[in-house]
């Protein structure tokens, strides 16, 4: 583990609940609330929340109030900076056994952890509860986010829920329908930018700057706490279904948040003594070949990546050429042992296809976890004895065009019972 990302830390003197920001480039803290920041004041590096106690797996136990339900992303409150907030409610995924799709990569277990089972369709949900809880500590009124799409519906649902004031950036026709149609809806003011997703977060990270909007991307390290309860569900689920935890966990990366939360779960789970250095899930990344710059930095082992500024696939939600979480998740990937792949956007429709042969229904950036895995499976680096989870981000009424040109067509027949019948037997 490096040493800017080690947890290990005294207890400070600037929050009183034993909370605070801690930047991860230059160690410098700051109270949680008490201002709204994004990055250090100092460097300007990515902040992390940070824990004075840590739970452990017997704090969860059961714990459930009639808003959240019993299952679901505030039952880990004891590993986040809130008891409760504006809950739809979120989290509660399943983790489908997939027996086909185990056979054919041929791994020791496969599951599918399905985060397009959330309220909005997507893990974006996760983040926005507590993100949106944030926005009321520190007393905003108008929230905003870049977005591919998923972010958008999110943070227009949780808005509304909260009854705060909406506005969502998104690259003109670049983003998928069922998502504009959701942050539509929900009453988000939608502003089409004449650019791609990297522009949008430009633009939106100014506005923030300016004191015009409260940031509710990944950037704001608050998403990446109600996030990190995706590990702590499959930590616990697969332990409770498998008797072990998962060797790996492959998922798709834009901007590389999920792959951050991730690894602080872990970091957090192995600092409260809950488990071992050895039972680290190794966090494996994948991207769409037109839009790899995360790929491209762990195969060229460097600290940073190079923004790419012309990306392009079908996965729109994963098509981001500057990660904003990168100096998060590339450490992230390589402390566990993971490794990170680019898949073509033949190989994510396929892999759609599998999912959807299996009753699992997903969207193009999600169907990259299990195209991901497949291709580490046919160039031997992944193990045969493995136990693996597949991350799929997003459900496949996300983008209804996708699944029409992925899926067979409709035939048209005649309203007559023989009719039909004859069509069938040509
Ligand atoms: C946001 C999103 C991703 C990318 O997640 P990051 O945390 O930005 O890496 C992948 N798939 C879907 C469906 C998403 O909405
Ligand atoms: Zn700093």
């Avoid at 009124?141 to 591919?148: E, K, Q, V």
């Avoid at 680019?342 to 195209?371: C, F, H, K, N």
């Amino acid at each position: 583990m490096s040493a800017h990302l080690d947890l290990d830390e005294s207890v400070p003197g600037v929050a009183d609940d034993g909370v605070w920001l801690t930047c991860i480039e230059c160690g410098e803290r700051f109270a949680p609330f008490d201002a709204i920041r994004y990055t250090c004041d100092d460097c300007d590096g990515l902040l992390e929340v940070r824990y004075a106690d840590l739970p452990t797996w017997d704090d969860f136990g059961g714990a459930s109030t009639p808003e959240s339900g019993p299952y679901g992303v505030w039952r880990y409150s004891d590993a986040l900076p809130f008891e409760s907030g504006v809950s739809l409610p979120e989290g509660g995924t399943p983790l489908h056994h997939v027996p086909r799709l185990e056979d054919e990569t041929g791994v020791a277990t496969l599951r599918v952890k399905h985060e397009g089972m959330n309220p909005t369709g997507s893990f974006k949900d996760r983040g926005m509860t507590v993100g949106v809880r944030v926005a009321q500590a520190v007393g905003v009124d108008r929230l905003a986010c870049a977005s591919t799409g998923n972010t958008s519906a999110a943070l227009a649902a949780y808005g509304a829920r909260a009854g705060l004031e909406t506005l969502v950036l998104l690259p003109a026709g670049k983003v998928a329908e069922g998502k504009v149609a959701q942050a539509s809806l929900h009453g988000a003011r939608i502003l089409e930018v004449d650019g791609n997703f990297d522009r949008c977060l430009d633009i939106v990270q100014d506005l923030a700057a300016r004191g015009e909007v409260y940031l509710l991307n990944s950037l704001n390290p608050f998403r990446l706490e109600g996030q990190k309860t995706i590990g702590l569900e499959i930590m616990e689920r697969f332990r409770a279904d498998e008797g072990t935890y998962p060797d790996r966990i492959v998922l798709p990366v834009g901007n590389a948040g999920n792959t951050a939360a991730l690894y602080k779960c872990f970091r957090e789970l192995r600092r409260a003594g809950a488990i071992d250095a050895d039972e680290v899930p190794k966090l494996t990344g994948v991207q769409a070949e037109g839009s790899a710059p995360m790929v491209e930095a762990i195969e060229n082992g460097t600290d940073g990546i190079r923004r790419w500024e012309d990306v392009e696939t079908r996965a729109t939600a994963i098509r981001i050429g500057n990660p904003v979480n990168a100096p998060k998740a590339l450490p992230g990937i390589r402390e566990t042992g993971g490794t990170a792949v680019a898949v073509s956007d033949e190989a994510i429709t396929d892999a759609q296809r599998a999912l959807a042969a299996e009753g699992v229904g997903v969207e193009p950036a999600s169907a990259a976890s299990l195209a991901g895995l497949r291709k580490l499976r046919a160039e031997g680096r992944v193990d045969p004895d493995e136990d693996v989870v597949c991350l799929t981000t997003g459900h496949l009424l996300k983008d209804p065009q996708a699944a029409y040109e992925a899926g067979s067509d409709p035939e048209p027949v005649p309203a007559d019972t023989d009719a039909v019948l004859d069509h069938l037997a040509e």
